[in-house]
Nanobody
Framework: QVQLVESGGGLVQAGGSLRLSCAAS????????MGWYRQAPGKQRELVAS???????NYADSVKGRFTISRDNAKNTVYLEMNSLKPEDTAVYYC???????????WGQGTQVTVSS
């Protein structure tokens, strides 16, 4: 079973940038589609970005052109580069194996991102 630890969150002003990391242990993630998700207060968790085994990427419309997902299979790590941050990006960000997320399992602690206006 894979364990995931998110890091890199923090407090940033609108227009700023952050880079989130998701380190996997237990099992490799090189053969898994991976996703970054976020949950804002009072809202459901949503998929922000995903990256396939061969590097194909998909983004939520709200972050297209601002966020970039990437993966380093040798380091068993997935990243989310976030630029031009907006207050509405404020949320707890989680990474997960896409298949596990669909099953409602495998969630880590997440990392808090707060964007001030």
């Amino acid at each position: 079973q894979v364990q995931l630890v998110e890091s890199g969150g923090g407090l940033v002003q609108a227009g700023g940038s952050l880079r989130l990391s998701c380190a996997a242990s237990g099992r490799g993630i090189s053969v898994a589609d991976m996703g970054w998700y976020r949950q804002a207060p009072g809202k459901q968790r949503e998929l922000v970005a995903s990256i396939g085994i061969y590097g194909s990427r998909n983004y939520a419309d709200s972050v297209k052109g601002r966020f970039t997902i990437s993966r380093d299979n040798a380091k068993n790590t997935v990243y989310l580069e976030m630029n031009s941050l907006k207050p509405e990006d404020t949320a707890v960000y989680y990474c997960n194996v896409v298949a596990h997320a669909r099953d409602g399992r495998g969630w880590g602690q997440g990392t808090q991102v707060t964007v001030s206006s």
